[in-house]
Nanobody
Framework: VQLQAFGGGSVQAGDSLRLSCTVS????????LGWFRQTPGKAREFVAA????????YYDNSVKGRFTISRDDAENTAFLQMNNLKPDDTAAYYC???????????????WGQGTQVTVSS
């Protein structure tokens, strides 16, 4: 199973970005999908997750109301719509796939490479 994340960039505070994560191999519809982020010197942190059925989502409080996770099983793609971005959102963002719908990165089996998001004030 391979994941590829893209869509990062450099934006101003208040702007929006949409990250995408394509998944190849495996059975996409059976995976829970998660987004995590990491800044240098810090541990990777949970951002959002979506259940394999797509009917449940979970967000870290820091992004709730601003970010939306979604999935398109026909395209084997997960999305993270990020609105009203803040400088604190600056990080490398990673997508992950696994069986468990969870906020812990240890429960995800497959990871994509990071895509950098930089938000300036």
């Amino acid at each position: 199973v391979q994941l590829q994340a893209f869509g990062g960039g450099s934006v101003q505070a208040g702007d929006s970005l949409r990250l995408s994560c394509t998944v190849s191999g495996g059975t996409f519809s059976s995976y829970a999908l998660g987004w995590f982020r990491q800044t240098p010197g810090k541990a990777r942190e949970f951002v959002a997750a979506i259940r394999w059925t797509g009917d449940r989502t979970y967000y870290d409080n820091s992004v709730k109301g601003r970010f939306t996770i979604s999935r398109d099983d026909a395209e084997n793609t997960a999305f993270l719509q990020m609105n009203n971005l803040k400088p604190d959102d600056t990080a490398a963002y990673y997508c992950a796939a696994g069986i468990a719908f969870d906020y812990s990165d240890s429960t995800y089996d497959y990871w994509g490479q990071g895509t950098q998001v930089t938000v300036s004030s």
